[in-house]
């Protein structure tokens, strides 16, 4: 149990030390906020009338969608976090201190899981300004924020470890060049069977789909569906894929923190 207290206070004083990085530079963390709200006034303000959504408007579609894409946008925050702290030299301090090396990945994810529900309001907040509505009670909403936040969770260890073994911040520009292409190719904006079949089959195993899909279904938005296993279990996929993305990276991100400096 002291060891566990002691776990649990190192988390917790690195959390504080990456929130405390907030207060000091607000605008690179206000424009992660306000970015995707960006992206919403475009695809709906731009592209809404141009896409038809059976039983529905697109702005009820495309909402779920951004909400579980912008789960995936947070990875690129984490990596640049990490790998920055890796370059200067920090990272070694923390090494060097009697400090459980799962606390120090474990704050890591804390402050990151912070900024995702803030992010979350935010997008939230101007999807109800544009008029979306969640159809269902008030339990179903919470049920899709919490897959979104399990997304956001498991992706968290991906970042980590990224960050941990890319050769300093500007490696990171690589990784948002392939986080974009992931993102898009899914069900987030589009439905996959308006994609060439290979192309569609990719995008329904792709785990922000399983994720958004869930999301539409909880908050009572329209959705396309599908005849695909993937498309036929969206709510255990968005389950089981954060599930199974945790098992491999958290255990992979505490090993690459370790070996750090070897």
Same mark, same amino acid.
């Given at each position: 149990?002291?060891? *566990?207290?002691?776990?649990?206070?190192?988390?917790? $004083? !690195?959390?504080?030390?990456?929130?405390?990085?907030?207060?000091?530079?607000?605008?690179?963390?206000?424009?992660? #906020?306000?970015?995707?709200?960006?992206?919403?006034?475009?695809?709906? @303000?731009?592209?809404?009338?141009?896409?038809?959504?059976?039983?529905?408007?697109?702005?009820?579609?495309?909402?779920?969608?951004?909400?579980?894409?912008?789960?995936?946008?947070?990875?690129?925050?984490?990596?640049?976090?990490?790998?920055?702290?890796? /370059?200067? @030299?920090? $990272?070694?301090?923390?090494?060097?201190?009697?400090?459980?090396?799962?606390?120090?990945?474990?704050?890591?994810?804390?402050?990151?899981?912070?900024?995702?529900?803030?992010?979350?309001?935010?997008? !939230?907040?101007?999807?109800?300004?544009?008029?979306?509505? #969640?159809?269902?009670?008030?339990?179903?909403?919470?049920?899709? !924020? @919490?897959? *979104?936040?399990?997304?956001?969770?498991?992706?968290?260890?991906?970042?980590?470890?990224?960050?941990? $073994?890319?050769?300093?911040?500007?490696?990171?520009?690589?990784?948002? !060049?392939?986080?974009?292409?992931?993102?898009?190719?899914?069900?987030?904006?589009?439905?996959?069977?308006?994609?060439?079949? #290979?192309?569609?089959?990719?995008?329904? #195993?792709?785990?922000? $789909?399983?994720? &958004?899909? &869930?999301?539409?279904? *909880?908050?009572?938005?329209?959705?396309?569906?599908?005849?695909?296993?993937?498309?036929?279990?969206?709510?255990? &996929?968005?389950?089981?894929?954060?599930?199974?993305?945790?098992?491999?990276?958290?255990?992979?991100?505490?090993?690459?923190?370790? /070996?750090? @400096?070897?």
């Amino acid at each position: 149990m002291t060891a *566990l207290r002691w776990r649990v206070t190192d988390a917790w $004083t !690195i959390t504080r030390r990456d929130v405390t990085h907030w207060t000091r530079q607000p605008g690179a963390v206000v424009l992660g #906020w306000v970015f995707p709200v960006m992206i919403l006034l475009m695809f709906a @303000g731009l592209f809404g009338g141009a896409i038809t959504v059976p039983d529905g408007r697109y702005v009820d579609f495309l909402v779920p969608g951004l909400l579980a894409m912008t789960m995936v946008f947070g990875l690129e925050t984490t990596v640049l976090a990490v790998s920055t702290d890796a /370059a200067r @030299g920090i $990272t070694d301090r923390f090494r060097s201190m009697p400090m459980s090396a799962s606390a120090v990945v474990l704050g890591r994810c804390l402050a990151d899981m912070m900024n995702a529900v803030i992010g979350l309001a935010f997008l !939230i907040g101007a999807g109800l300004a544009m008029g979306w509505r #969640w159809q269902h009670g008030a339990g179903d909403a919470l049920a899709a !924020i @919490g897959l *979104l936040l399990l997304l956001r969770f498991a992706l968290l260890w991906v970042g980590i470890l990224v960050g941990l $073994t890319v050769k300093g911040p500007e490696s990171v520009v690589a990784v948002q !060049i392939l986080v974009w292409p992931v993102g898009f190719l899914s069900s987030a904006f589009v439905d996959p069977a308006t994609m060439p079949s #290979w192309l569609g089959a990719v995008a329904e #195993w792709n785990p922000l $789909t399983a994720t &958004a899909s &869930a999301a539409r279904d *909880l908050f009572g938005g329209p959705s396309w569906g599908g005849d695909s296993f993937a498309a036929q279990h969206a709510a255990w &996929a968005a389950i089981g894929w954060p599930l199974l993305l945790t098992a491999v990276f958290l255990p992979l991100s505490i090993r690459a923190y370790r /070996a750090l @400096g070897r």
